[in-house]
């Protein structure tokens, strides 16, 4: 008789996890969070989100043990990319940055972390680096956007909206506030304020027109 040998997981991710902040993240490993920030060094940035701490659960996980010395170290990269992404709902960020991170501040980007500054409203696309270790940013926004429009296509996580100068991308995350109506679908008239960084929005405020929003504004695109 065959016997499956079962490694049993008892994992305090993080000391510190945020206050009904969803930890689930595309299977690319990018990350988004926004907040103001802290300092700013030579090699990145230090991101304070503003959200409530708790002490973390414990995670309780069952998994096959690997046999194989190769599948144990993919299986413990595995473990550190989820704490990264934990990490990622914390209210403290450290954020790293490469010859590849975009910083986007009044329409222009820019590769030189010069032009931030302690006290500045961003928005954080980010991944996690290959040994699991660290954060990356992909790209930075100090850019505010406000659009309104009707929802083309919807998802759990990104709507495309059209709107009078074309569609737009827009990604939602456990950070997005909903005036009153989460439920978002085809159809529907929407406003939204959120971070631009370029091809797409990060929405962080929504409403829906006739249902959070008495009547629709003019004037916005």
């Known amino acids: ?53 708790v002490p973390s659960s414990f ?24 704490a990264l992404k934990r990490a990622f709902a914390s209210a403290m960020l450290d954020v790293e940055v490469d010859e590849n991170t975009e910083i986007l501040q009044d329409g222009k980007t820019w590769h030189d972390l010069s032009v931030l500054h302690a006290g500045d409203q961003i928005g954080v696309h980010a991944r996690i680096s290959p040994d699991a270790k660290k954060l990356v940013a992909t790209k930075l926004t100090t850019d505010r956007t406000s659009i309104s429009g009707v929802i083309q296509e919807a998802a759990s996580d990104a709507i495309v909206v059209e709107t009078g100068s074309g569609l737009k991308h827009v990604h939602l995350s456990p950070q997005t506030i909903y005036a009153f109506t989460r439920a978002l679908a085809e159809g529907q008239d929407i406003r939204i304020d959120g971070w631009d960084f370029g091809n797409e929005i990060d929405a962080a405020r929504i409403a829906v027109y006739n249902t959070d929003v008495p009547m629709r504004f003019e004037g916005l695109k």
């Open 59 to 82: 995670v309780m996980a069952a998994v096959p043990m690997p046999h194989s010395e190769a599948d144990r170290a993919a299986m413990q990269v595995a473990l550190q990319k989820e």
């Open 1 to 53: 008789m065959l016997r499956t040998s079962w490694l049993f997981l008892c994992l305090s991710v993080l000391p510190l996890v945020a206050t009904g902040q969803s930890t689930t993240q595309p299977a690319s490993d990018a990350v988004a969070a926004s907040g103001v920030v802290s300092s700013v060094s030579d090699h990145g940035v230090q991101v304070w989100t503003g959200r409530q701490l």
